[in-house]
């Protein structure tokens, strides 16, 4: 099996397990304040660390090229509160022009 | 209903982004339907498929999916206690415990939060999927970069960045996280920035007590 297959059907078990804990175990076991603040803010972490990877990197090099473009336009999509659908088109739209400019 | 168009709209234009994103990363067409079938949770498929395009490895890529779906416990948590469900129903209730069916849920007048959780949780998992195969298919007959379809998915981690960011405290987090990964992508192998900033939500849980 190969590690694409192994990560798909690892991440598919484990996603599963932590969906099912919520509905099986006693609430009490996630009670903690800290454990309802780190499930509030690691997604938030991480979803701001996969915006920079994605768009301003290239292997492991910084780079500032029509990704970028691309994203600016998403956000200002994003500030006028756009379907998810605008700020996809909106940020692949402006990443091919800047390409055919530049 | 025009709730649920809305909702529609926004899952078939997030489950063809992820389709396209996940083969342009290099997954067989196959593969990501598996993820949209067997995982299901957008943010976590992301996450995997770009990690794994970045070269990271399925360590990282796998832990990175994992962590983003920690907050599906506390969704099954509160529908739980909200549905009180048989337990024979329960199995099938966490495949579909995801951001969507749970705000419906939890919006829904008292008495139907039952119906707007299956609804909601069946039909983005037939949208979901089904626009997966698509953009999944598309991908590979179209040139991505000439249509700028690599820098959608930047834009759509922002998207759903911008559903999460609640108040000051999740914007410093944020900003946080964003300078750990750019300060770590020169000096650490693909993968490992994401799991960094990851960690830099540590001080902000300490503080909060137990």
């Not at chain 1, 336009?73 to 500030?79: E, F, H, I, L, S």
């Not at chain 1, 659908?85 to 088109?89: E, I, P, R, S």
């Not at chain 2, 739980?80 to 469900?85: G, H, I, K």
């Given at each position: ?30 009670e ?34 029509a990704r970028?473009?691309?994203?600016a ?7 006028l509160?756009?379907?998810f ?5 909106v940020?692949a739209a ?9 | ?5 809305a ?72 529908l ?6 048989p ?30 959780f ?46 999460q ?20 992508v ?16 540590a ?8």
């Open positions: 099996m190969s590690e694409t297959w192994a990560a798909v059907l690892v991440l598919a078990a484990g996603a599963y397990l932590l969906k099912l804990a919520g509905w099986l175990l006693p609430a009490a076991v996630f903690s304040r800290r454990v309802r603040r780190g499930a509030l803010l690691l997604p938030v972490a991480l979803l701001a660390a996969l915006v920079v990877v994605q768009t301003f990197t290239d292997g492991r090099a910084l780079v500032l090229d970028a473009a691309g994203l336009a998403g956000a200002v999509a994003v500030a509160r756009a379907p659908l605008v700020l996809v088109g940020a402006t990443a091919a022009l800047v390409r055919t400019l530049t | 209903m025009r709730d649920a168009v909702l529609g709209a926004a899952v078939g234009a997030y489950g063809l982004s992820f389709g396209a994103a996940a083969t342009t990363a290099g997954l067989s067409v196959v593969q990501a339907c598996a993820l949209s079938l067997l995982v299901f949770t957008g943010a976590s498929q992301f996450a995997l498929v770009g990690v794994l395009g970045a070269g990271g490895g399925a360590v990282p890529a796998v832990v990175s999916g994992l962590l983003l779906g920690a907050r599906n416990t506390l969704y099954s948590v509160r739980a206690d909200l549905l009180r469900l337990r024979a129903r329960r199995p099938l209730a966490a495949h579909l415990t995801i951001d969507e069916s749970t705000a419906m849920a939890t919006a829904a007048p008292p008495g139907l939060a039952a119906v707007g299956w609804a909601t949780g069946l039909a983005v998992f037939a949208l979901w999927n089904l626009a997966t195969v698509v953009g999944a298919l598309g991908a590979g007959v179209v040139d991505v970069r000439a249509l700028g379809l690599d820098a959608a998915v930047g834009a759509a981690f922002l998207g759903l960045l911008a559903l960011v609640r108040d000051r405290g999740t914007v410093v987090v944020g900003a946080v996280g964003a300078a750990v990964a750019a300060l770590a020169p000096f650490t192998p693909a993968g490992l920035p994401v799991l960094l900033a990851g960690a830099a939500v001080p902000a849980v300490l503080r909060a007590g137990r």
